[in-house]
């Protein structure tokens, strides 16, 4: 709200403090997370697979429905078309990692190894996606999104894994300043591409390119949450694994969409819907952390 109402308090945030505020997440997962948690989430392959198929398959398609349907039905301009289907092509957001850590702890690491498998192949699997749905080839910067995964992953995960490790009580002196410290980087997350796209928001084709971007993300958490509970019916925890893949379905690197867009669309009609999607994406899940929270305590 603060950032619809005044801008200005969220615009300082801008893209180059994105890496380290999510690294910053991703460190408060690994103080509370050992090495054996994240030995577990490779012991599950099926559900690995289930979270690249739900990112890399599933979340296309529905990209493609919606975006055929902006303009055939909606009678919206080509490129908004073309900007949420580029949404649909990338990778999975490292903010779902720690919704699942906010929601069902355990299944954290098992959410990271998704995201870090769908953020490494994404140099090859975007741009063939956004070939064939699009009609238009992306080059993408391999060198940077191994980085981005070093940065804002791996060398957080292991310093917080180390650090519990080794030294225990410094973990236990930080532990609960770590809830509030999240909560106001995730407000920055969130609120900051609102407040930044507030233009493209309030733009002609804004309230409908809002419908039908709330309406592609809710089906994607739908389509991860319902699909997971029957592929995995029989598995111990299968809500708490719905609640993983309905987060990882749902939730995408609208960012890197964005900068896509920017960078290799001459239209700038096609970087509305991903401008859009990073601010409903961010609100709807964690809409459904507030919700499943209190389901599983």
Known sequence: MLALVFPPSFTWFTARYYAPA????MFAVGVNSSEKDFIEAFKRPAAIF???VG?????????????TISVSVFGLPTPIGAGIMLVSCVSGAQLSNYATFLTDPPLAPLSIVMTSLSTATAVFVTPLLSLLLIGKRLPVDVKGMVSSILQIVVVPIAAGLLLNRFFPRIC???RPFLPPLSVLVTACC????????????MSPFG???LLLIITFHLSAFVAGYVVTGLAFAEAHDVKALQRTLSYETGMQSSLLA?????????????SVPPAISTVI??????FLVMLWAKKSE
């Open 22 to 25: 999510l690294g910053f997440l």
């Open 258 to 270: 964005l900068a896509l867009a920017n960078r290799f669309f001459q239209d700038p009609l096609v």
């Open 50 to 52: 289930a979270g690249y």
């Open 190 to 201: 969130v609120g900051a591409p609102l407040a930044i796209n507030i233009e493209s928001v």
């Open 55 to 67: 990112q890399f398959v599933v979340k296309p398609i529905l990209g493609y429905i919606f975006g």
């Open 172 to 174: 236990n002196a930080i």
């Open 207 to 209: 309230l409908t390119i």
């Open 281 to 286: 994406m961010s609100l709807m899940g964690f």
